[in-house]
């Protein structure tokens, strides 16, 4: 507990399992800070979760800075139900979690999440939200030469069991390829940030700046020295200010 003014919280509250459009049942988690400054959902990777330990790292980073954050597992994932798609039908559980935010909203999604947040936006999203916050984001299907093994695993049905088996996530066997990231920006009326790590050795850096290149003013690209994929510690700071840069550019692309 702090002793400056702030009651804050970093033990997430499970709350009511939320129902996708499409009939999956997601568990949900709440981190609640007091007094609340605004509402951040945090979309987890491919073969994590709700509570996997850089979510919370995440989470609790946010509520020492007057977040109110909510997390879940995504389907095919944890306590949740129905099979992960990877990219196809994500975006539906964004949209399911998001009406649970009592403040102003700002959606961070990492890796395969932050896929499923750009899908939501670019579909109208809802009018409440005030800022799109991507991580480890892919700007279109291309891996690096190292892992193209990975991304054939998607391909057949076989390879999506054996994705699935390694991750520990249940993964549905259809495979869809949905649009690449990169063609939907131009598609979202929020404030849109980019994180993403100089040593990602999954999506190449040099993509980064394509998720920006069509999207609407405001944007912004944050480039991390020494970063990798996903929600690493070297990130942290990068994601506070991505969000806090989000929450004040807002009413200016509003108006």
């Given at each position: ?86 990219i196809d039908r994500e975006q539906l559980d964004v949209a399911a979690v998001t009406p649970l935010a009592t403040g102003p909203l700002v959606v961070v999604g990492v890796s395969m999440g932050a896929v499923a947040a750009l899908r939501w936006a670019a579909a ?9 916050v991507v991580v480890s984001a892919p700007a279109r299907w291309r891996l690096r030469p190292a892992f193209l093994a990975l991304g054939l695993l998607t391909r057949t049905s076989l390879g999506v069991a054996v994705l699935g088996r390694l991750s520990g996530a ?86």
């Open positions: 507990m702090r002793t400056d003014g702030r009651n804050t919280s970093t033990t997430p509250v499970a709350l009511p399992p939320v129902q996708t459009a499409d009939g999956v049942q997601l568990r949900v988690w709440r981190w609640r800070a007091v007094p609340q400054r605004a509402t951040v959902v945090l979309v987890h990777g491919f073969g994590a979760g709700g509570l996997h330990p850089s979510v919370a790292s995440v989470a609790q980073a946010l509520v020492e800075r007057g977040f109110e954050v909510l997390s879940y597992d995504a389907r095919g994932h944890g306590e949740s139900g129905g099979l992960s798609t990877l109208g999203a809802s009018p409440a939200c005030d800022g799109v249940r993964v549905d066997r259809r495979f869809r390829l949905a649009p690449a990231p990169a063609s939907l920006v131009r598609q979202i009326r929020q404030p849109l940030a980019v994180v993403h790590g100089t040593r990602d050795r999954l999506l190449p850096a040099r993509d980064a700046p394509l998720l920006l290149r069509d999207a609407p003013a405001p944007r912004r690209l944050w480039l991390v020295t020494d970063m990798g994929h996903g929600l690493v510690r070297s990130g942290i700071s990068a994601i506070l200010e991505a969000v806090e840069w989000a929450l004040a550019a807002a009413p200016a692309f509003s108006g």
